[in-house]
């Protein structure tokens, strides 16, 4: 099991992987999906949990399906049951 702290930081590191990958700026996400640069921020840092209504909204600004944020978490589950 998660805690809600780790599940905001992976979701976070998903995020700035992701803005990565894209090469876009902070402030070039902030303004695709219409919150301010330190949000995103706070969000890639895991300092603020990401709803999941701006969840969706931040899968659709950086074209991948919501599941993206969640792919590793769904491993590592995988994983520890196949133990």
Known sequence: MWT???ISLHLGQRL????RELRLSLAQVAERCGVSLQQVHKYETG???ISG??????ALCLDVPA???FEVLEEERAA???C
């Open 16 to 19: 700035g992987q992701r803005r």
């Open 67 to 69: 599941s993206y944020f």
């Open 47 to 49: 300092q603020n949990m």
């Open 4 to 6: 809600n702290t780790e």
């Open 80 to 82: 520890r049951q196949a």
């Open 53 to 58: 209504s701006m969840l969706f909204q931040l």
